[in-house]
């Protein structure tokens, strides 16, 4: 299994307000099964010694590409030098990472929930594609800031089986408020969740669903190694506090009764 390659950048675009959606393609892409992995991009400068981890979004097969959305900083950022890279270049790429969300469990009587809040929505996509593919029913509930930030509705909506509802903070885009609030106008009990975006997302996610044994949460943290070497990015274990969990290597995708949010 290969674990770092140099990926060559199919395309680039800024796909909304300071959000560019990224292709690569290689080899990596045959190891990529699992929605919710990342994988670790080192920008091309040489003061900016650590790796971005960035979710995959989704990926082709055949073509053996790969796309990735991310959120732009500030001219003093790495994502900022990432966004000027152009087609034809290569990046290191370090992948795929981590731990994604379980599917086979799911089956197709199933309803299953997906939550995602901002830049957490991408690695919904593909893990919406395969739960689709098992023919269950699935409600999307994505949140956003407001409609210039908003991402990947249409390919949401274009796949079978899936129901989906968007709310932004400020009402510039479908429901007015929080995605939390789309949680409480729910009709039907869901068999699975699944969730990635900010912690008070989160933490309004597995409040509500506490009980329910399919529950997977994913969790961000500041990373170096990205390969579980250097405790960089230690969360605690809910079961054990003591026992510290690496977000990198133990996730990003957690068990929502696993792990302290
Ligand atoms: P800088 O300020 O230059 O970063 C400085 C250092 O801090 C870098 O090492 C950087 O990696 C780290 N850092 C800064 N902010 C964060 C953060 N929020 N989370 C983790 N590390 C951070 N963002 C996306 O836009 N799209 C995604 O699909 C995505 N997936 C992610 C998946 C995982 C598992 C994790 C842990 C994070 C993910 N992020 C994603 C967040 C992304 O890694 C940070 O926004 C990005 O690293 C910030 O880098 P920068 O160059 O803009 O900022
Ligand atoms: Fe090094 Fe997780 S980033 S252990």
């Not at 892409?29 to 989704?58: C, H, T, Y």
């Not at 990735?68 to 034809?88: E, H, I, N, P, W």
């Not at 796949?159 to 939390?180: E, F, I, M, R, W």
């Not at 990198?248 to 957690?254: A, E, K, S």
Request: hydrophobic share 40%.
């Amino acid at each position: 299994m290969k674990l770092q390659e140099e990926m060559l950048i199919v395309s680039q675009k800024e796909v909304a307000e300071d959000i560019f959606e990224l292709v690569l393609q290689g080899d990596l892409v045959n190891d990529m099964e699992i929605a919710g992995q990342f994988l670790q991009l080192k920008v091309p400068s040489q003061d900016l010694l650590l790796r971005r981890p960035i979710s995959i979004s989704s990926w082709n097969k055949q073509e053996k590409t790969c796309t990735l959305l991310y959120r732009r900083g500030d001219k003093t950022t790495g994502t900022y030098l990432l966004s000027k890279m152009v087609a034809g270049q290569a990046i290191d790429i370090l992948g795929p990472l981590g731990k994604g969300f379980p599917v086979d469990e799911v089956t197709e009587t199933d309803h299953v929930l997906i939550v995602g809040g901002g830049i957490g929505v991408p690695p919904l996509y593909e893990l919406a594609k395969q739960l689709s593919k098992k023919g269950c029913q699935i409600t999307v509930l994505l949140g956003f800031a407001r409609a210039e930030v908003k991402i990947l509705e249409e390919q949401f909506v274009q796949l079978p089986n899936v129901q989906v509802k968007v709310a932004t903070d400020n009402g510039s885009y479908g429901y007015q408020g929080h995605v939390g609030h789309l949680l409480n106008q729910l009709d039907q009990e869901a068999d699975a969740v699944y969730a990635c975006g900010a912690s008070m997302m989160l933490k309004a996610v597995a409040t509500k669903f506490e009980s329910l044994e399919r529950l997977y949460l994913s969790m961000e943290a500041r990373m170096a190694c990205g390969i579980g070497a250097c405790y960089a990015c230690v969360v605690p274990d809910k079961k054990d506090p003591t026992h510290a969990l690496k977000v990198c290597q133990d996730g990003p995708v957690f068990k929502g009764n696993g792990v302290v949010i």
